[in-house]
């Protein structure tokens, strides 16, 4: 077989296992621990779990099967992103030809998830350092909790951080240092390869994630009520405060969008990365119960681990009505500001701020590494680039294309690049791929393509579920995201007029990174690393 | 509202999440680890 002798020369996954470990590790990130008990709390308690579970099934799980498959497919052909594979599924040349350009929003999409995402992931190493070294200590109400955040993010002066403060731009020495390091690991571990790089990391990060997870969550479970003279600041109200159903909620259309929105943040779905790594598997290895796998191990750590610390020792600490305040404040002020303070009020304070920011960089940096891993291969599968320098080029680009998500964070640089690519960019991306791959491709050979080498059967409901419901359900996400914020967050409604430039340098900076995607594209077709591989079987 | 801790609403869809979630999770590990293919490829080794 001409692909499988093609596909020979490509890395590959050096075991099951750490496959798995690998896609639960791009999967699992800081939104488990952090975004999702504040949007469970905010959208109906337990009710929240219902639309929630209704997402997972008819979005979450055919969108990772999909992509699976794509991923899985591509690799056959030497493709490791969704330029290449895309066109794969195309019947025509011209068909392939258009789908392989829109495979430039499977690389640009993800590397400007990662160029913010990194940074926040670096502010978990720099907290991690801070809770060894005890620096935010001695700070112990919320307000001066966000100062000191502020202050290492550069957004304000106070005597914790030097660095520059301006109204134009903002220089955190200490936060550009992290950001450095953050940067610096990724790259080392692209440079490492899949098997020595990718899946040694989750085959070390994953575990410790995990005992860190635990040992906090018994320790969330033996703290009782805290203070005695307060009975109702427990442990059990945090619980009621993230699970007491709320079924007012669910007949709104808030929470359904949450938690759909929350569905694809925590999947990692429309990323473009679950697709590379299926690339680096064997036509016949089974992806049916290892993306099940991979999905069901991203739900224990989000809704029972994760579920199962932020939320309930926050009550525990603060009571019900300043909980409710922070998760309004949204998920950095449950993270960065209400946690270093209640590690402060625990005996053994120290290790358990470590242990819960390593656990969260730990989450980052196999996301973030992810999220780097399709625009990795295409340097090294179209453009022929060795690993080494292809990773140096990304860390180039996440540098350069970091420093004004660092400087501009003000002005909500941050927030519009995770609007456009992070909320916005993965329905896009996730609507075509699953229209090509059930609709272009066909759902007769898709189904075929799911269930080749599966290890378990894939109910056929999911053959109608993947070819109307899950595109009817994107259709639909669009639409009223569409009409809720994207109307609103285009047109920059009530922005401040300061802040104008800076947002539409966050566009630009999308803008650019596609064309550059559709370029570097036009190159690998000149170049010959990009075929039309169209079959008719 | 100062207090409700976990009402019968709330024991009912935490042990029914976390249920489902914990069934799955052994289903597939055990799948993953004892299924037939992997006892293939133990034997074939």
Known sequence: ?537 | MNQFGLNAGGWIFLIAAWGAILYFTFYCFYKVLFGKKNAEQSSEK
């Not at chain 1, 895309?86 to 499977?106: D, E, M, P, Q, W």
């Not at chain 1, 242990?355 to 999220?371: H, N």
Request: aromatic content about 14%; overall charge positive.
């Open chain 1, 1 to 537: 077989m001409k692909d499988l002798e093609k596909s020979q020369s490509r890395e590959l996954w050096a075991s099951r296992i750490g496959l798995i470990l690998a896609m639960a590790g791009n999967a699992i990130g800081l939104g488990n621990f952090l975004r999702f008990p504040v949007q469970a709390a905010k959208n109906g308690g337990g009710a929240f779990m219902i639309p929630y579970f209704v997402a997972l099934l008819l979005l979450g799980i055919p969108l990772m099967w999909v992509e699976w498959s794509i991923g899985r497919r591509g690799g056959q052909f030497h493709y490791g992103s969704a330029a290449g594979a895309f066109g794969t599924l195309a019947r025509s040349r011209v068909g392939s030809r258009i789908a392989n350009y829109l495979g430039a929003l499977g690389i640009a999409i993800p590397i400007s998830f990662a160029i913010y995402y990194n940074y926040i992931e670096s502010w978990t190493l720099a907290y991690s350092s801070f809770s060894i070294t005890g620096k935010y200590f001695g700070i112990l109400d919320r307000d001066s909790m966000l100062t000191f955040l502020q202050s290492f993010q550069g957004i304000t002066s106070s005597a914790h951080f030097s660095g520059i403060t301006g109204e134009v731009l903002a220089i955190p020495f200490v936060a550009l240092i992290f950001f450095f390091i953050t940067i610096s690991i990724n790259v080392w571990v692209l440079s490492r390869g899949v098997a020595e790089g990718i899946e040694r990391l989750a085959k070390i990060a994953m575990p410790t994630l995990f005992i860190f997870a635990i040992i906090l969550v018994i320790r969330v479970f033996t703290l009782g009520t805290p203070d005695p003279a307060q009975p109702e600041n427990s442990v059990m109200n945090g619980f009621g405060y993230l699970w007491n159903p709320d079924f007012s909620q669910i007949t709104k259309a808030k929470p359904w969008l949450a938690a759909a929105g929350q569905i694809f943040f925590t999947l990692s779905i429309g990323t473009g990365s679950i697709l590379t790594y299926a690339s680096y598997m064997k036509r016949r290895d089974d992806i049916a119960l290892t993306g099940l796998s991979t999905s069901v191990t991203n739900e224990f750590t989000e809704v029972i681990l994760g579920g199962s610390i932020a939320i309930p020792v926050a009550v525990a600490f603060f009571g019900l009505t300043e909980t409710r305040a922070i998760a309004d404040g949204g998920a950095f002020n449950l993270g960065f500001a209400a946690m270093p303070i209640i590690f402060q009020k625990l005996p053994l304070g120290q290790m358990f701020g470590a242990m819960w920011f390593i656990l969260l960089f730990f989450a980052g940096i196999t996301s973030s590494v992810a999220l780097c891993s399709p625009a990795m291969a295409f340097l090294q599968d179209q453009l022929k680039m060795k690993r080494q320098k292809a990773a140096l080029v990304i860390g180039a680009v996440l540098l350069l294309c970091g420093l004004p998500v660092v400087m501009f964070l003000g002005h909500g640089f941050l927030d519009e690049l995770d609007f456009w690519a992070g909320t916005f960019g993965l329905v896009v991306f996730a609507m075509i791929e699953v229209i090509l791959f059930a609709w272009i491709f066909g759902m007769k050979r898709a189904w075929a393509e799911i269930n080749e080498g599966a290890d378990i059967r894939v109910p056929k409901i999911f053959k109608f579920i993947i070819q109307f419901i899950t595109p009817v359900y994107l259709i639909g996400l669009l639409v009223f995201w569409g009409v809720q914020d994207g109307i609103p967050i285009l047109l920059m409604s009530g922005k401040d007029a300061a802040h104008i430039p800076y947002l539409w340098g966050a566009r630009f900076m999308i803008v650019g990174l596609i064309v550059v995607c559709i370029l570097l594209i036009a190159y690998a077709y000149k170049k010959g690393t990009i075929h039309h591989e169209v079959e008719n079987s």
